[in-house]
């Protein structure tokens, strides 16, 4: 019933900015953490960035100063702002969200299906 949708991937050129969007849906009790990843091709899923409740975030060394990520609580949606994108940048990037679904005392991790970004001359 919970679910996850990301927004916002493209097509950019070096240096160009994009903004991912990621919604979460359904019946939630409480979202605790929401977190991007990305998994460029050939290598592993790696975290990008990540902001819990207290609104205080964490970036990958590759992209601290360039990105930023936020949440609208009134939403359940976490942003990911993205400056002076590199080609390394380019990967499909996904949200993952900790949360308590409604009716259920346990908290749990969902993935969104991911939104791909390319960067590229």
């Known amino acids: 019933q919970v679910q996850l949708v990301e927004s916002g991937g493209g097509l950019v050129q070096p240096g160009g900015s994009l903004r991912l969007s990621c919604a979460a849906s359904g019946s939630i009790f409480s979202i605790y953490i929401m977190e991007w990843y990305r998994q460029a091709p050939g290598k592993q899923r790696a975290l990008v960035a990540t902001i819990p409740s207290d609104g205080n975030p964490d970036y990958a060394d590759s992209v601290k100063g360039r990105f930023t990520i936020s949440r609208d609580y009134a939403k359940n949606s976490v942003y990911l702002q993205m400056d002076n994108l590199k080609p390394e940048d380019t990967a499909v990037y996904y949200c993952?969200?900790?949360?308590?679904?409604?009716?259920?005392?346990?908290?749990?991790?969902?993935w969104g299906k991911g939104t791909l970004v390319t960067v590229s001359a």
């Open positions: 993952n969200a900790l949360l308590q679904p409604n009716n259920d005392r346990i908290r749990k991790n969902y």
